[in-house]
């Protein structure tokens, strides 16, 4: 199992500039999600999708912030244009679909983007 | 505001003591989660306990939840310089009707362990 994994794992980039963000969840997982992670706000939640469909997107700062999953492999998180308050580590997670009482599974994490805009 | 709320914000304890770490919440659960982080890495799930559950055990960790004061303790016994890390509780709001749907992070604890 190669777990949840993100790249690039650093971005430095200039303000204006657009980002993209890539996760490849576990094989299998049927969720996946985007987080934010700042010492100020903690970690939120900005979008998740099951089964490749976007389900709930309301965490999503803005609209220069987008989110797509193209298959069940691959998603990414794109800012265009970016700036410096979006700085900040931005983790991906994938859950599996439990059954029965066990439909609600744990996440699991990539070791996530650290993003520095200049 | 956080759902979940830690406490202490951090703790620092020698090596061989228990450490204990308490979250509390506002709303109804159908699960509260313990996550640890280490430094730059990504939150990696401990353990998971449901809302008809009031304890449970995982190897030195040991979690406790009640209900009626909307408050969890994690426990960790024998602590080890390697437990050194971020702790974070996370809910899942009986609101939330997706299976798998959102869990709300609290801020977490940072617990330094020293040897």
């Known amino acids: 199992d190669a777990g949840v994994i993100q790249s690039p794992r650093h971005e430095v980039t200039e303000m204006g500039q657009e980002v993209t963000l890539r996760c490849k969840p576990i094989?299998?997982?049927?969720?996946l999600f985007w987080y934010r992670q700042t010492m100020m706000r903690g970690l939120e939640l900005l979008i998740y999708?099951?089964?490749?469909?976007?389900?709930?997107d309301s965490g999503m700062p803005e609209d220069r912030f987008s989110a797509k999953m193209p298959n069940a492999s691959f998603s990414t998180l794109k800012i265009q244009p970016s700036e410096p308050r979006d700085s900040a580590v931005y983790f991906c997670a994938s859950s599996p679909l439990g059954q029965g009482r066990f439909r609600r599974q744990p996440q699991h994490f990539g070791d996530g983007t650290r993003l520095s805009i200049l | 505001s956080q759902q979940g709320e830690e406490d202490p914000q951090a703790l620092s304890i020698q090596e061989g003591e228990n450490a204990t770490m308490n979250c509390s919440y506002k709303?109804?659960?159908?699960?509260l989660q313990w996550y640890r982080q280490n430094s730059g890495r990504g939150l990696v799930h401990l353990i998971l306990i449901r809302s008809n559950e009031r304890e449970k055990h995982s190897g030195r960790l040991r979690v406790t939840l009640d209900t009626s004061k909307k408050s969890s303790s994690l426990l960790i016994t024998a602590s080890r310089a390697a437990d050194t890390a971020s702790y974070f509780c996370a809910t899942d709001a009986v609101v939330n009707t997706g299976a798998n749907s959102k869990l709300t992070f609290g801020k977490g604890i940072t617990l330094s362990v020293r040897p």
């Open positions: 709303t109804s659960i159908n699960n």
């Open positions: 094989s299998g997982h049927d969720y």
């Open positions: 999708f099951n089964n490749n469909v976007p389900i709930d």
